[in-house]
């Protein structure tokens, strides 16, 4: 069986309440269900206060809500954070972890991340783990070797059957917001490589089952070929996903 694309959405600081309700509204109405979520799983991820209302909206559909970060603590005092816990006693049951503006803006290091990691997955929470290697990383030739570090210190410490509650976003820094995207052939060969280091830890069943995701830039004109290069299966979005016409299209190229 075909593996289905998945298009996440992932609107980062952006929209309020009532933008976030009517975009959400609008895009399950303008939506031809059952011809879109056949063969594509489509996740938006809104901000923490307009989680729950985002899952009501959606009940009853296939369209899957998303949180942008957890913390890897249980519960406690740790002001300002959210844990497993809450989100999924709103129902949240997936989880983006290590978006490079995490880690740069918000000084999550390896470390954490692979708690948060943990914890997500110790509760059921399936994760979009995003990796990626900086332009400077890339100009001498080094991304390979950035990517295969990225993933021995934290997802490569998860058990087979952990993994199989994990999507990889491949996200190269350089190309996130720029609107310049990586060449299809960097995409290509990228994930190629991805898709070959995880054969070597977890085997073939492993590797062909895991789908592993592009970010950076994509719009409507360029996410058809993205999304449908060899060992792609889906695309991150971010400033494209924001306009409901854009994003439409997104889902339905
Ligand atoms: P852009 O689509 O705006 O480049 O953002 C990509 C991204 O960071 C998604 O997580």
Redesign the pocket.
Known sequence: MMKKKIIVA?WKMNYDLHETTSFLRNFLKYINEKKIFHNKEVIIAPSFPFLHISNQISQGTSLKIAAQNIYFKEKGSYTGEISAYMLKSIGINIVIIG?SERRNIFFEDENSLLKKLKIALKHKIKVIF?IGETYEDRNKNNQYSIIEKQLNNTIFNCSTDEIKLIHIAY?PIW????GSTATINQIKKMHKFIRNIFNKKYGNFISNKISILY????NHLNAKDIIYSDNVDGG?????SLKIEQFLKIVQS
């Open positions: 992932n978006h995003c996200e190309a996130i917001g720029t970010g950076g830039s994509i991150l979005i971010g400033k494209s």
